[in-house]
């Protein structure tokens, strides 16, 4: 999983997480899900407030929203999340244009590593990415240049992983969850692949080969360009290893 903090923003693949015009506006997310609470305890269908918008599409529609916006798409009749939050009065068209308006806010986010990253006008306001690779719980904490300290947990589910190759020749490996999709392979994976040279079984640590977006490339490994049958690959997560065997092709075509 690649997360990515941008002027106070956190998405995690192409689903937003937290999205903040600055680190202390309230996420449009969170307006809805606030409203959804509201609504739903006052009516006596929930008795405590969903924790996020994913507690309220798992509870609501079966899980079957990743984001307010593929709701808003499938469910509403407005073009936009901006449309429905003002349609639906949930943020009004003068708090709207004024949110819209506001600079980003310079600061520092720290990192569930505890490396710092600053967001200001010096570095472009540059993306932050973050590689996560195995399930868990992960706190980046932001400290905007006015003071103001935001905290964001975010919870990595366990789930069923499979590795699976992204072309016909297998020449390239990346890891799947059925929870949040593609997840980034890093070093905690500790990625191996065995296979056979002239009747003779060979080890490599795959590390090397794993590009910047977590995947698995088989011609920078030491197996290089070739083509090699029964390849067996591993990688740990979450205490257990899963194992992919095929045929690798780094022939050039």
């Given at each position: ?144 240049s006015n003071g103001v300290v ?26 799947k969850s059925d929870k949040f ?23 490599v640590d795959l590390t090397e ?45």
């Amino acid at each position: 999983m690649l997360y990515q903090i941008k002027d106070g923003t956190v998405s995690a693949g192409g689903q937003t997480i937290l999205s903040h015009i600055d680190f202390y506006i309230k996420e449009k997310e969170k307006i809805a899900v606030d409203e959804a609470s509201y609504q739903h305890i006052k009516n006596g269908y929930i008795t405590e407030p969903y924790k996020n918008f994913q507690d309220f599409s798992n509870k609501c529609w079966n899980g079957k929203y990743k984001n307010l916006e593929e709701l808003v798409k499938n469910e509403t009749p407005f073009n936009s999340v901006d449309e429905f939050l003002i349609a639906e009065e949930l943020v009004n068209r003068k708090e709207y244009d004024q949110l819209m308006e506001r600079e980003p806010v310079t600061g520092t986010i720290t990192c569930p590593d505890g490396s710092k990253k600053e967001i200001s006008e010096e570095n472009s306001w540059n993306p932050i990415w973050y590689h996560i690779s195995q399930p868990g719980t992960y706190t980046f904490t932001a400290v905007a240049s006015n003071g103001v300290v935001s905290k964001i947990d975010i919870e990595l589910e366990a789930g069923e992983y499979t590795l699976e190759s992204s072309n016909e020749y297998n020449a390239d490996i990346y890891l799947k969850s059925d929870k949040f999709g593609k997840v980034n392979i890093t070093s905690e994976n500790k990625p191996k692949a065995k296979y056979t040279v002239d009747s003779v079984e060979q080890e490599v640590d795959l590390t090397e080969a794993i590009n910047e977006d977590g995947t698995i490339e088989f011609w920078n490994s030491k197996l290089g360009v070739g083509y090699y049958e029964n390849v067996e690959v591993t990688v740990e997560i979450d205490g257990k290893q899963i194992k992919w065997v095929g045929t690798v092709d780094t022939l050039p075509k």
